[in-house]
């Protein structure tokens, strides 16, 4: 899992560029819509828009703009027919690669997947094909020095909420749950005063492998090229890349 947390860190700054062209807003206004039209416009019942709004919120989406998008979800039949799609191959190196998309044209989404899986050294799989090495957890991730806490105070907490597992490095920290109890740990912290940098239902690795070198940059390319695509949301995979390499590759 620690692999997840530096790719995870890597993210985050990557975040901010993409924010810049437009891109974090369009991936992010589908999550809103796809949330607002399966469980309702209102985030107090439907959990995983309050997920998705507190998202948008922390990249600056203007509330104008997510409320919008949530009226027109809940407002409007058959607008915008976005369904999610989840794609399954391997990268280089053998890692396993799994894809999160919400696209209104199957046959488009899975011929760009495809391609770049093709150009960037990997293959797409057929479904079920990787799927068996990850498991969907919560997940919430905080730095100790942003919420004020030692790693003894937030230790105790961890215990004391419920969750599955955590994990504290170099004053991260993330804290595992099950999906069915992420709302109620969640909540938990939040009663605390703690507020969380990450808080999303993910898939993590059940092992990891690990890749240097040649072999690192093209996965890295892989993954990038895999979430730049319009109808990509997420991607999640298994490598293990050193962190000083990690950390060169996309800086």
């Given at each position: 899992?620690?692999?997840h947390?530096?790719?995870a860190?890597?993210k985050?700054?990557?975040?901010?560029?993409d924010?810049?062209?437009g891109?974090?807003?369009?991936?992010?206004?589908r999550?809103l819509?796809v949330a607002?039209?399966q469980?309702?416009g209102?985030p107090?019942e439907?959990?995983r828009l309050?997920?998705?709004?507190?998202k948008?919120?922390?990249a600056?989406?203007p509330?104008d703009n997510?409320q919008?998008i949530?009226k027109?979800?809940?407002?409007?039949?058959g607008?915008?027919?976005?369904?999610?799609?989840?794609y399954?191959g391997?990268?280089p190196?053998?890692?396993?690669?799994?894809i999160s998309?919400?696209?209104?044209?199957r046959?488009?989404?899975?011929?760009?997947?495809r391609?770049?899986?093709s150009k960037?050294?990997?293959?797409?799989?057929?479904?079920?094909c990787?799927?068996?090495m990850?498991?969907?957890?919560?997940?919430l991730?905080?730095?100790?020095?942003?919420i004020g806490m030692d790693?003894?105070?937030f230790?105790?907490?961890?215990?004391?909420?419920g969750?599955e597992?955590?994990?504290?490095?170099?004053?991260?920290?993330e804290?595992y749950?099950?999906?069915e109890d992420?709302?109620?740990v969640?909540?938990?912290?939040?009663?605390k005063g703690?507020?969380?940098s990450t808080?999303e239902i993910t898939?993590?690795?059940q092992n990891?492998?690990?890749i240097?070198g040649?072999d690192a940059?093209k996965?890295?390319?892989?993954?990038?090229s895999?979430?730049?695509?319009?109808?990509v949301q997420?991607?999640?995979?298994?490598f293990?890349i050193?962190?000083?390499e990690l950390?060169?590759?996309?800086?």
């Open positions: 899992m620690a692999g947390s530096k790719w860190n890597i985050r700054k990557k975040a901010k560029v924010a810049e062209r891109k974090l807003f369009t991936k992010i206004s999550e819509f607002a039209r469980g309702g209102d107090e439907n959990f309050r997920l998705v709004m507190d948008a919120r922390a600056n989406m509330s997510i919008r949530i027109r979800a809940t407002g409007e039949a607008a915008d027919s976005l369904e999610e799609v989840t399954e391997y990268g190196g053998g890692v396993a690669v799994m998309a919400m696209t209104d044209n046959n488009r989404s899975a011929s760009e997947i391609h770049v899986f960037n050294g990997g293959n797409l799989g057929e479904t079920g990787v799927a068996w990850f498991k969907k957890k919560g997940l991730v905080a730095n100790l020095d942003e790693e003894e105070g230790v105790d907490l961890a215990i004391e909420s969750a597992d955590f994990e504290i490095d170099d004053k991260i920290v804290v749950t099950e999906p992420f709302e109620e969640e909540k938990f912290f939040e009663a703690i507020k969380f808080a898939m993590l690795p990891t492998v690990k240097t040649e940059q996965v890295l390319n892989l993954i990038e895999l979430e730049d695509l319009d109808d997420e991607v999640y995979s298994n293990d050193p962190e000083d950390e060169s590759a996309v800086s």
